[in-house]
């Protein structure tokens, strides 16, 4: 599994964001952020074969929009009303069908994303 991620940044808060995965292969996919001194969290993540079935952390809910374009094998995270607490670097993960995405997910490198208050 081959997990590309881009587009991290430094914005201020209440400005937007979107986060790129380039995924290879058929997995759900989704993003965990780890901030300073914290542990790494689930963020949200998207079913392969129905993009509808999405899963959103309480935190980035109403805020943070997840989709994929399998054709392109890319998934997007549009984050808006970013705020300082959404400051962490932010990782790209898959996992397989029926998998627990805390302990059996593939990861990719993180991209860093500042918010300034």
């Known amino acids: 599994v081959q997990l590309q991620a881009s587009g991290g940044g430094l914005v201020q808060a209440g400005d937007s964001l979107r986060l790129s995965c380039a995924a290879s292969g058929r997995f759900a996919t989704g993003w965990f952020r780890q901030a300073p001194g914290k542990e790494r969290e689930f963020v949200v993540g998207i079913s392969f074969r129905d993009a509808r079935a999405t899963t959103y952390a309480a935190p980035v809910n109403g805020r943070f929009t997840i989709s994929r374009d399998n054709a392109k094998n890319t998934v997007y995270l549009q984050m808006n009303s970013l705020t300082s607490e959404d400051t962490a670097v932010y990782y790209c993960?898959?996992?397989?069908?029926?998998?627990?995405?805390?302990?059996?997910?593939?990861w990719g490198q993180g991209t860093q994303v500042t918010v300034s208050s």
């Open positions: 993960a898959a996992w397989s069908v029926g998998a627990n995405p805390l302990t059996d997910a593939y």
